[in-house]
């Protein structure tokens, strides 16, 4: 790492905290200026879900970390309910509860773009600014009703070609908690996913991204959708 301006750390949900420490450590012996951990919930600022999540805490813990060493920057069906092979979908609730989230070209482009920006600058946003604290950004505000509207769009399908189920999202979260103390690790993707539909506290920053601030393109919903459906396994 000697010589590298930055170092972003991309993990499994599964790996120890003492591993990002350690990787944390061995940067900051080889001088790297700044370090971008593993965010794995959207906004630490929602204290339940993340508690709920048993993420944060470790999360957390790794910031406090890189802080102390003077360094800054902050599917299936067990996801968002959607199986395109046997065209069914599980709403969580009723399908309109409202959440923030991204793609993995946004955010690796809002990456780039907080990299590229100066360490200080009296005009403008700038490195100084961001430094320990979350980047908050969004690809899509949605909710699952609207989900299936833009695969109903992208398949041509029409909806009574489709099973549409529903589920209590507080109530698959405690099946899925049940599953992962058992030793069924699924049990992790099915509580998570229907977590952050909780009707009463959703993952939902929309009032807090930094997309136009980041100067970020607006996504397109339906091409989203045309790149989930194209993913191997899901056609």
Not at 80 to 94: H, I, L, S
Not at 122 to 138: D, K
């Amino acid at each position: 790492m000697k010589g590298q301006d930055v170092l972003i750390i991309t993990m499994n949900a599964m790996q120890p905290v003492e591993t990002s420490l350690k990787l944390i450590d061995a940067a900051a012996a080889a001088g790297v200026r700044y370090i971008v951990p593993n965010e794995l919930v959207s906004n630490r600022e929602q204290v339940q879900l993340g508690k709920d999540l048993m993420l944060v805490e470790g999360q957390i813990k790794v910031c406090e970390h890189i802080v102390s060493k003077h360094l800054n920057l902050a599917g299936t069906e067990t996801r968002f309910g959607f199986d395109f092979a046997k065209r069914t979908v599980t709403f969580y609730d009723e399908g309109d509860t409202k959440i923030t989230t991204s793609t993995w070209t946004q955010t690796g482009r809002a990456l780039a773009h907080v990299l590229a920006l100066p360490l200080t600058s009296e005009a403008g946003l700038s490195i100084a600014q961001l430094e320990n604290s979350q980047v908050l950004i969004t690809s899509h505000y949605v909710w699952q009703r609207k989900m299936l509207d833009s695969i109903l769009r992208v398949t041509g399908y029409q909806e009574s070609q489709w099973t549409i189920s529903h589920d209590g999202a507080k109530a698959r979260f405690g099946r899925g908690m049940s599953m992962m103390q058992q030793g069924n690790f699924q049990g992790f993707e099915i509580a998570m996913y229907s977590r952050v539909f909780f009707p009463d506290d959703p993952m939902n920053h929309e009032a807090k991204v930094m997309t136009a601030a980041l100067d970020l393109p607006k996504e397109d919903l339906d091409a989203s959708t045309r790149t989930a459906i194209s993913m191997p396994g899901q056609s």
